[in-house]
């Protein structure tokens, strides 16, 4: 079975500075995807960004880009010029590409993210 | 406006009273789940669903029930709720196999 850890229960950035949420999974497949999910006080979970496991080249949205190191099994998240908006939750999920399990996202622990003025 | 919508945002009940948890997406999604969030545990799914009629359980499913009779809505029902099921608990919706999730906004139940 799938597992994702968030080691990080809670980190903190200065306004401005750069700060980096790790996330390890731990799969048998070749092909899956993963997820970082952001959620503020609201409680909504807003998809932040999304990496193919087959695409060798890390995915960047704006202000946050991934460090995917697929052998290493490591999804990392960095997060540059961070914003007090981004202060949140940030859950890293896994999903599998195999119709008996695509239908499930396995999530981490999430980490706290506070943003310092 | 695409999205997925929960109701209720907030109950409390009592134990051993039947509730229904509504889930309505107007995506036309096939993949419709629910996942219930807890400290330190993130998010883990309850059941999940494939398109109609076909349901699966997650990883916690005791205790709970859900029916697709439509592929727009996915009920979470607790037919005798207790009080380990205080949680908060989210619907989710995807187009398909790899595709992000769509999650609704969140229903934060109390058993006492």
């Known amino acids: 079975a799938q597992t994702v850890t968030q080691s990080q229960p809670e980190m903190s950035v200065q306004e401005a500075e750069t700060v980096t949420l790790s996330c390890t999974y731990d799969?048998?497949?070749?092909?899956?995807?993963l997820f970082w999910y952001k959620q503020p006080p609201s409680r909504q979970m807003i998809l932040v960004i999304r990496?193919?496991?087959?695409?060798?080249q890390n995915a960047t949205e704006n202000r946050f880009s991934v460090n995917f190191q697929k052998a290493a099994k490591s999804f990392s998240l960095k997060i540059s010029d961070s914003q007090l908006g981004d202060a949140a939750m940030y859950f890293c999920?896994?999903?599998?590409?195999?119709?008996?399990?695509?239908?499930?996202?396995?999530f981490g622990q999430g980490t706290t993210l506070q943003v310092k003025p | 406006e695409a999205q997925v919508t929960q109701n209720p945002r907030y109950l409390i009940t009592v134990t051993g009273k039947k509730l229904t948890v509504t889930c309505s997406q107007n995506?036309?999604?096939?993949?419709m789940s629910w996942y219930r969030q807890d400290p330190g545990l993130g998010l883990r799914q309850i059941y999940y669903?494939?398109?109609?009629?076909?349901?699966d359980k997650g990883d916690v499913p005791e205790g709970y029930k859900v029916s697709r009779k439509e592929k727009r809505n996915f009920p979470l029902i607790l037919e005798s709720p207790s009080p380990n099921q205080t949680s908060l608990y989210f619907c989710?919706?995807?187009?398909?196999?790899?595709?992000?999730?769509?999650f609704g906004q969140g229903t934060r139940l109390t058993v006492v």
């Open positions: 995506m036309n999604h096939e993949y």
């Open positions: 989710a919706s995807s187009p398909g196999t790899g595709s992000e999730a769509f």
């Open positions: 990496q193919e496991a087959y695409k060798q």
């Open positions: 999920a896994y999903r599998s590409l195999f119709s008996s399990n695509t239908g499930k996202l396995i």
């Open positions: 799969t048998s497949e070749s092909d899956y995807y």
């Open positions: 669903s494939m398109n109609v009629e076909v349901t």
